[in-house]
């Protein structure tokens, strides 16, 4: 007997109780899809009612980079400056704050969109800085920074930056003490801060420009409109699918004889995925986080944060700096490896960073260690 029946089909779809309930939430969807397409950008640049502009270098952290010129009109920010090495990661760069407040609420926005040009520049860091809305007595700061990093093309270009693409450095997390940072997102409610730089491009010594032409929040409605029409859609047709399954019942005046036969059931033992050897075998990898562990394990993240707390006394980035610590340690006595590349390869993206770590850990510097421990 044939199953679908298409006069049973468009009995259903010119039923009341079919469009009572399909075309109200259509009509649902299209009204949250009309309000969020209505919220306008949100200027930061050209902004002066709002926002003041101030330039900044390397200075302040002991570096030597020179702000030739600076410029701020209606329509351009200009900044001319030129790159030293006195420090590892030389900087120089814009910042963007709300005048008279400390913070400024724009939460219903989920990107950041801004219009450049950088001369002799290769790519361009963002920082948001937020209030801290973690709420934990024993962090440091008031304040969390949420940071990116993207190239830049030559000429003026226009850049998309998602807020999601936003996250908190890993050196910024540790000293104030937030475990796995990369799950939390900037909170745009409370936003006290904007800083564009230079993103430690190369080239000391020449005379590098970054030039500003528009900035703005704005909302990125694809994925919105993908997902409300995916659940409009699984709506109607599942609604449809039990409409017409009653309906052949209803007409099918027979009795249905159902057979079957007993499953046995067998305890069968899930394989277990020792994460820790994960760990051991992943921890030079700069990307390894408690969700990626537990997502390549299977174990949930509330039992790998507990079961290393329990067998090591300390925390997942704690046990994960201690293996790389080791193996540094390894390649430091063993091999002539230049620091740099022993950074990258221990799982550190920054070598700042690592020498910071190194130095908590033993006191002394690994360029220090490798010379009074290598025979």
């Given amino acids: 007997m044939q199953f679908f029946q298409g006069r049973l089909a468009i009995k259903i779809l010119q039923s009341k109780l079919f469009l009572w309930c399909t075309i109200p939430a259509l009509v649902l969807g299209l009204l949250i899809l009309a309000y969020f397409s209505s919220i306008q950008d949100f200027p930061v640049f050209p902004n002066q009612q709002i926002f003041?502009?101030?330039?900044?270098?390397?200075?302040?952290?002991?570096?030597?980079?020179?702000?030739?010129?600076?410029?701020?009109?209606?329509?351009?920010?200009?900044?001319?400056y030129q790159i030293s090495n006195k420090i590892n990661n030389p900087y120089a760069g814009l910042n963007v704050g709300p005048k008279g407040s400390k913070s400024i609420h724009l939460g219903q926005y989920n990107q950041l969109?801004?219009?450049?040009?950088?001369?002799?520049?290769?790519?361009?860091?963002?920082?948001?800085?937020?209030?801290?809305?973690?709420?934990?007595?024993?962090?440091?700061?008031?304040?969390?920074?949420?940071?990116?990093?993207?190239?830049?093309?030559?000429?003026i270009n226009t850049y998309q930056i998602g807020i999601n693409k936003f996250e908190i450095p890993n050196w910024w997390g540790e000293n104030n003490r937030i475990e796995d940072a990369s799950i939390i997102k900037p909170d745009l409610n409370n936003l006290e801060t904007i800083n564009v730089n230079s993103a430690?491009?190369?080239?000391?010594?020449?005379?590098?420009?970054?030039?500003?032409?528009?900035?703005?929040?704005?909302?990125?409605?694809r994925p919105?409109?993908?997902?409300?029409?995916?659940?409009?859609?699984?709506?109607?047709?599942?609604?449809?699918?039990?409409?017409?399954?009653?309906?052949?019942?209803?007409?099918n005046k027979q009795n249905l004889t159902i057979y079957y036969k007993p499953i046995e059931n067998k305890n069968i033992e899930a394989p277990k995925s020792d994460f820790i050897?994960?760990?051991?075998?992943?921890?030079?990898?700069?990307?390894l986080t408690?969700?990626?562990?537990?997502?390549?394990?299977?174990?949930?993240?509330?039992?790998?944060?507990?079961?290393?707390?329990?067998?090591f006394?300390?925390?997942?980035?704690?046990?994960?700096?201690?293996?790389?610590?080791?193996?540094?340690?390894?390649?430091?006595?063993?091999?002539?490896?230049?620091?740099?590349?022993?950074?990258?390869?221990?799982?550190?993206?920054?070598?700042?960073?690592?020498n910071r770590v190194f130095k908590?850990?033993?006191?002394?510097?690994?360029?220090?260690?490798?010379?009074?421990?290598k025979k």
């Fill in 52 to 80: 003041e502009y101030k330039f900044y270098s390397d200075n302040t952290a002991g570096g030597d980079t020179k702000i030739l010129k600076q410029v701020i009109t209606d329509s351009l920010i200009k900044l001319d």
């Fill in 113 to 155: 969109t801004i219009r450049l040009k950088g001369n002799e520049i290769n790519g361009i860091g963002i920082a948001l800085i937020t209030q801290n809305s973690l709420k934990r007595s024993d962090q440091k700061s008031l304040e969390i920074l949420f940071y990116d990093i993207f190239k830049i093309s030559p000429g």
């Fill in 200 to 221: 430690y491009t190369p080239n000391a010594g020449k005379v590098q420009s970054l030039e500003i032409y528009s900035m703005a929040f704005s909302r990125n409605n």
């Fill in 224 to 251: 919105l409109i993908t997902l409300t029409l995916a659940l409009e859609l699984a709506f109607i047709l599942l609604f449809f699918i039990s409409l017409y399954t009653i309906e052949r019942i209803r007409e």
């Fill in 277 to 287: 050897e994960f760990i051991n075998k992943s921890f030079h990898n700069s990307q």
């Fill in 290 to 311: 408690l969700e990626s562990i537990s997502q390549e394990t299977g174990i949930s993240q509330r039992k790998i944060t507990s079961e290393i707390q329990h067998r």
């Fill in 313 to 354: 006394d300390c925390n997942l980035k704690t046990y994960i700096n201690r293996l790389r610590m080791s193996e540094s340690k390894r390649l430091l006595l063993e091999t002539d490896l230049p620091i740099g590349e022993i950074t990258y390869r221990v799982g550190f993206n920054n070598q700042t960073h690592f």
């Fill in 360 to 373: 908590a850990e033993m006191q002394i510097s690994p360029s220090e260690y490798r010379s009074k421990n």
